[in-house]
């Protein structure tokens, strides 16, 4: 089985950075890619940024050139940095991770953003 962890959490004015942090644990052999999505409420889950094992990232339209993901392998961790956070980025954001074709999920960190 494989467990998800996600940090890094929490409330910050229009403007304000964070950065949350995804660790993975058990049975991990290899990870074709992980991500992060996020819901606000009354809203989809819409995907933020992925990244692969070959690092190629993607983001959504609405992040771009403020959120930035990573990983570090060894530490089977992904991080999502976020910069000139907005309202509008308000949400439980959720690490996922991709291996074998099988998608696994964490439990989700509240980010809010107020005005």
């Known amino acids: 089985q494989v467990q998800l962890v ?8 229009a403007g304000g950075s964070l950065r949350l942090s995804c660790a993975a644990s058990g ?8 991500g992060w999505y996020r819901q ?6 819409e995907l933020v940024a ?6 190629s990232t993607k983001y959504a ?3 771009k050139g403020r959120f930035t993901i990573s990983r570090d392998n060894a ?9 000139g956070l907005k ?12 291996r074998a074709g099988h998608e696994y999920w964490g439990q989700g960190t ?6």
Do not use: F, H, W
């Open 6 to 13: 996600e940090s890094g959490g929490g409330l910050v004015q």
């Open 27 to 34: 049975s991990i052999s290899s990870i074709n890619a992980m």
């Open 40 to 45: 606000a409420p009354g809203k989809q889950r």
């Open 50 to 55: 992925a990244i692969t094992s070959g690092v």
């Open 61 to 63: 339209d609405s992040v």
């Open 75 to 83: 530490k089977k961790t992904a991080y999502l940095e976020m910069t």
């Open 87 to 98: 309202p509008e980025d308000t949400g439980v954001y959720y690490c996922t991770l991709l």
């Open 110 to 115: 509240q980010v809010t953003v107020s005005s």
